[in-house]
């Protein structure tokens, strides 16, 4: 009997950190929920290791994969700021075109650091039509050549689209002793 209940409760635990597991990769935390229950019986003392499962972590922003594929084209694919000076926040813009037969829809667009940050339209962009994603970008604390880049996700193929940001922090005299 006690064997059962002890079987019991390490199932009911393992079920637990499964449906944890499970929540945390749906929302984008990259933990894996692990846990060891030790079972002690009066006969022997052995333990058992029970691990959850490895839950794939679906991906942020993700677009719906049976959304009609469409293309875009871009006015350029490299941003380059060139010479700045530390501490300067700069930003541009790049516009595309849907030139795909299907709506276009950007589900995300995302920085590869904190440092840049884009905007992008929220709402489908028509066959044919024309958008913009403004790229801000912040040289605070950032000296010497910078390359960071902006994933687009969207319902395009291929997809994601990579844009490229390019700038040289300088340092003021001042800044640089």
Not at 15 to 35: D, L, P, W, Y
Not at 130 to 152: A, D, H, N, R, Y
Request: hydrophobic share 35%; charged share 20%.
């Amino acid at each position: 009997m006690k064997n059962l209940m002890t079987l019991a409760v390490a199932l009911m635990m393992t079920v637990g950190f499964i449906a944890c597991n499970q929540q945390s990769a749906a929302s984008g935390e990259k933990e894996a929920a692990q846990t060891t229950t030790a079972t002690a019986s009066t006969d022997n003392a052995a333990a058992n290791a029970t691990s959850a499962p490895a839950v794939k972590k679906p991906e942020e922003n993700a677009v719906d994969p049976n959304l009609p594929k469409t293309t875009v084209e871009f006015d350029k694919t490299v941003v380059d700021f060139g010479d700045i000076t530390q501490g300067d926040q700069v930003s541009d813009v790049v516009k595309f075109t849907n030139t795909g037969n299907e709506p276009l829809i950007i589900s995300s667009a995302k920085g590869s650091c904190g440092c840049t940050v884009p905007e992008w339209p929220k709402a489908p962009i028509a066959p044919g039509e024309t958008g913009e994603i403004k790229i801000q970008f912040s040289s605070k604390g950032k000296k010497g050549k910078q390359t960071k880049t902006v994933t687009i996700q969207a319902n395009t193929d291929p997809n994601p689209t990579r844009l490229t940001v390019k700038s040289n922090i300088l340092v003021p005299e001042e800044e640089a002793k």
